[in-house]
């Protein structure tokens, strides 16, 4: 049962292998050009001396050809392959060899859930480390799943190439090991923020890993709390901005994240919104549209938990994402409710929990392959 999804996967590694030479080798060509421009017509300290003093007179025909050649590349015409290639990262390939799994649109969706990205070694059920977080990327890309947004689930819109089966990577709680810095003042700026990436976080693992595999694209859906942007006050700002740059989703998790099941419909209103005004003060213009529930636990006050308005800002949750526990079926299953999405805990192999990635779910796809949504033509 194993052999399929596997044997189609070396045959894909393989072409990929070659597109990727191809790719890296055109991306060295182009960066050489560009250095090259900036070295020769940006340099202050080029000595005067080594201008020639005899100048043409103006209006007197110059070769055209050199200059051409030190043009900068033109930057890619697609809008999010311009926004990675201006904050350093490679483009997106624009065409992806289609997957070998047939089609299957019925299938399962696995939703996965993380919270601390750490090796301090505590709270081990709910803490994934480092190394383990991109071995779960590593296992999920050699089987021919990539990754899409929350919101990009509840829509149906599958942003993966024909024959792969979309995933969706979830972060709780905006913790510190999920968007951190190097050491230093803040950055100031958004190409500075993903040069200075720590690479031991999710999102600095996550670039890392699309940097290496152009195809995995950068999405994840970060359910953030606003009283706690990722353990650093001043940086809370750049952080929010950086994840929705890069194409990430932030997603609401209330602004303490309030137990809803024990708090006042007017609480409820201010949990949601202000989260929703801290978002969208650093994002100008951006709405949260998926929130994770706290706790997993189902709000008292159920319509203000939806939609409402706190301080004239209004928000609207269009899905709800559970805590535990099976993969979900898609929207258009009779079985979809947007108001109560399954997700699956990532915790260590090692704990033996069922209802968990890896240790049920990857393995159940491997010998169940057939059950995994597919993207059809
Ligand atoms: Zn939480």
Known sequence: MNSSPFSFVEKDKRSKGDDRVRASVLWAALWLLVLGGLVACGNPALPAA???????????????????????????????NRRL??????????EVEKGPLPANEKGRIMVLMYHR?????????????????????????????????ASQLVD????????????????????????????????????????????????????????EHPDWKLRATFFVNGNALFGVPEEGTIKLQLL?????????????????????????VKEMGLNQKVVQEAVPGYRMRTLALPYGIWPRHLDEAIAGTYEGVPYRNEA?????????????????????????????????????????????????????FVKGE
């Not at 050809?65 to 697609?78: C, G, I, M, T, W």
């Not at 290639?85 to 624009?94: C, K, N, Q, W």
């Not at 301090?120 to 021919?144: H, I, N, V």
């Not at 929705?244 to 609480?267: C, M, P, R, V, Y």
């Open 50 to 80: 080594t201008l020639p003093s005899d100048n043409p007179p103006v209006g007197a025909e110059v070769p055209s050809a050199p200059q051409k050649e030190d043009e900068p590349p033109s930057l890619p015409p697609d809008p999010e």
């Open 85 to 94: 290639v201006e904050l350093g990262l490679r483009p997106y390939p624009e």
């Open 117 to 149: 990205i750490t090796d301090d070694g505590k709270d081990q059920r709910w803490t994934r480390t480092p190394d383990d977080f991109r071995k779960d990327l590593e296992a999920l890309y050699e089987r021919g799943y990539r990754p899409i947004n």
């Open 156 to 211: 149906g819109d599958w942003d993966v190439p024909p024959g792969y089966t979309p995933v969706v990577l979830t972060f709780d709680d905006s913790t510190p090991g999920q968007l951190a810095f190097t050491p230093g003042d803040p950055p100031q700026s958004l190409e500075e923020a993903v040069a200075r990436l720590d690479p031991h976080s999710a999102v600095g693992i996550l670039v890392a890993f699309h940097q």
């Open 244 to 268: 929705d740059a890069l194409g990430f989703e932030i997603g609401n998790h209330t602004f303490s994240h309030a137990s809803l099941k024990s708090i006042s419909a007017e609480a409820t």
């Open 320 to 372: 709800f994402f559970l805590v535990g526990s099976h993969p979900t079926v898609p929207p258009g299953d009779p079985r979809f409710d947007p108001y109560r999405i399954p997700r699956i805990q990532v915790v260590d192999e090692s704990l033996k929990l069922d209802t968990t990635f890896p240790y049920t779910w990857l393995t159940y796809f491997d010998k169940h392959p057939e059950e995994r």
